[in-house]
């Protein structure tokens, strides 16, 4: 559907880590980021 | 003066006590009110248009018939200004501990901004100072230690840095630190990380600067080296007293105290006093910190429970229950509040642009704003808006619904709307907390997040729960001290309990230890306790049993118990995990291979069997800390020191001139302990202090045992020959993960137990129906196990004696209409709830038991009819929280 | 482009990362404010109609979190 794997992220983070979370968020993040903006997939607008 | 903000500023002679404060009503101060002191003005009486002023209000005398009596009056800080030389009375920018929890605060003086009390100056430098009216017979007569304020001194510290930021310099002058409850060495590790000082020194005196309203202050570094500093505020980390009304309270009650005018008690029995029917909690115990008083203080309603279990529910009264208004059909009309959490929220987010952005959205029919939405006042308010402005659904934008949603949902309740009409927006937790450097992007996440939750709010219904009986019984894992205790009060009050312990006896750790810091014998007192277990027809003990599977949810719990192969199910309302600990068996320090050298828990076995070897030891030493507050076991195991000091002055008492040295890296000898510490140091033991870069070193010189350190003193090496070794080792949690697999519960870094709220909820899961003791939760003293027994069996009781539990009403509903009989969802529901309809018109499709379902969704996402709805999370109020986000993308 | 930030719409369970995402907040862990949270019952809920919902409404990325 030409979504680039980047942009979809499957982890599983315990309720008790924390630290593990941020990392993912940061991991996550930092991926979305060097892909860009989202051109592929969205619904035009008007 | 406004005592609640420690004299820091004034208040007027009519004032509410603080913001917080229930009941929320003003009231007069007598000794400064001018009509009440000098029969002048009466204006009040005359402006109030209520006619509440009544100048005539006495003290009244009530007259109550009671059962038992628990006592909890609390503390008062020491007062330093008989200290002359630290200049407390004299110079404003010295201030007590309490002092400066005021200032940090975001309801205090400043509002939480940090500035010194004299010229509002943001101080660059501060000082705290330990052991302020603790660990003192010269200056006062406090020889205990206080507990919480080395531990408060280092919050303070780095509160105080993430306020000012990192150039804020802080400097904690102390003589031991002493971290020692769950997760605080890591604090202290942190902090030290944060760049906040810690000085090993006590401060002799504090000299106003001249010409400034700074401080200076002398003291000798740890290398011997006089230095002189200047700080621009000086705060004392001041201890506990028991004030003198508590003491008289206690004489009158006839009960007894100890030398440091705390409540008296065994460590077998640590919330009994002296006298039958009257038990304690919280600082009159000892001073403590709020974990430990909480423990305290369900230990105590345990007891005081127990002995009035046959009057149980005779003098309730029912709750009003407020009638619903039915919602259905009409338009929403949504209230959305946002939270401020004092500066919590407020101090990164921007909350009047949040709620102001609120009430753009579409329904929403009234936005405010609090300074803490969960205080009580706050809820009547609240509240009384729902009914005022007939709203029908409520949004709060605070802190996270795992905590807060329920005590919101109540608010909702008591206004007549169903509690399903109602969201959270996470803007704290997930917000405010995590972006504090980025305060514009933080409000625009808080907006996104309000918007969200508003969307979906609007299409939220009001959902019934269903009812559901509570299984009287109760499972304790584990027949330790804590076990033991739990199974004691359960049955106390009138509960069945089965008892799993894994190995062929009752007792666990405890079999082990000679005497409890307070003398007692443990034997004695354990084989008391197992005798009083094992004879209780309420208490069924299985030995040499594992549990081997658990399903099931709170008030009906299912097991399958393992005993020696043979297989039993069981059934039960609560289970209360106790499930131990154990001591490291140390690879250093010639443990392996020499036979001088024991674990401390070996030498209490040497003592329990008397062992006549003992008394002809010569020289005799103790090595602190061995596995504990290392970098890969960063917590501290508690209750080490303290033992070690005891088995070191039952050694002299054995041989008065037999050496005794112990090598320590802080005496954490907590509370009365102290006592202790001294004794040892007056009759001679020797302490050494090392750091643990410096370790010391343990050789064998043809077959000498040899220990070689530096003398913190000296600061020279020293080599010290001895006949015994004793290795204070850490508490090891045992493999945990199989009991957290049954019961959905946490473990965290160091393997113990993750409790439900570090504060509050010490001795509860966040699952609810588990609860948890003993060392299970944290390393512990017998004392402290016992009372945490005692807590555990005091929170099931609270579920327990409801017998009746409602369901959740986020739960899966099918529309048999639309359901194709493919089975899908009954195969792979987790928890069985899906079943197919027996008879009727829909013969053959499928339907959900609403008692078992627990609303996880895997049916929703896998039924291939779409027939399957899940209430509350339902694909319209996803999508809508999706589609809320389109504005902002 | 420098100052553009994505937007990650994230799908997480209530009693896993969800409750870690709170106790983040709790020991004050800094992490970049680019997610919003759906908060579902479990990722058994997760459907993928809701990440590509997510992606057609513009979101930058979707992360979904047990």
Known sequence: MGIEPGRLHFSWVSSAEATKFVDVVKKVTSEVKALGPNKQFVKKKG | MDVYNSGLVQRKAIYVEYAQAVPLKYCIDPENCIYLTRGKCGNCAKVCPAGAIDYEQKEKELTLNVGSIVLAPGFKSFDPSKLDFYNYASHKNVVTALEFERILSASGPTMGHLARVSDKKEPKKIAWFQCVGSRDVNKCDNAYCSSVCCMYAIKEAAIAKEHAGNDLDCAIFYMDIRTHGKDFERYYDNAKDKGVRFVNSRIHSVLPVFGTDDLEVRYVDEAGKLITEVFDMIVLSTGFETPPEVVKLANDLDIDLTVGNFAKTSAFDPVATSREGIYICGSIAGPRDIPQSVVDSSAAASDAGEILSSARNSLTTVKEVVPETPVVGDPPKIGVFVCKCGINIAGVVDVEAVRDYAASLPYVEYVGDNLYSCSQDTQDAMADIIKSKNLNRVVVAACTPKTHEPLFQETLIGSGLNKYLFEMANIRNQDSWVHKNNPELATQKAMDLVRMAVSKVALMEPLEEAELEINQEALVIGGGIAGLTSSQSLAGQGYNVHLVEKSDVLGGQALNIYKTASGEYVQENLTALINKVESNEKIKVYLETEIVSTDGFVGNFRSILSTGGEEKNIEYGVSIVATGASALEPDEYNYKSDERVLTSLELDRRFINNDPELSKINSAAFIQCVGSREPDRPYCSRVCCTHSIENALELKKLNPEMNIYILYRDIRTFGEREYLYKQARQEGVIFIKYSVDNKPEVINRDGRLIINIVDHVLRLPVEIEVDLLTLATAILPPNNKKIAGFYKVPVNDDGMFVEKHAKLGPSEFATDGVFLCGLAHYPKPIEESVAQGKAAASRAITLLAKKKTNTIGTIAKIFSMNCSSCGVCISICPYSAPSYIEEGPFTGKAQINPVLCKGCGLCVASCRSGAINLKGFDNDQIFAQIYALKEAV | ?66
Request: net charge positive; aromatic share 10%; proline share 8%.
């Open chain 3, 1 to 66: 482009m420098s100052d553009w930030e994505p937007k990650i719409v994230s799908f997480l369970c209530n009693w896993c990362s969800y409750g870690a995402a709170d106790l983040a907040g709790v020991g004050r862990m800094q992490y970049p404010p680019n997610i919003r949270v759906v908060r579902i019952p479990c990722t058994g809920r997760m459907s993928p109609k809701f990440a590509l919902a997510a992606l057609r409404e513009g979101a930058d990325g979707v992360w979904v979190s047990g």
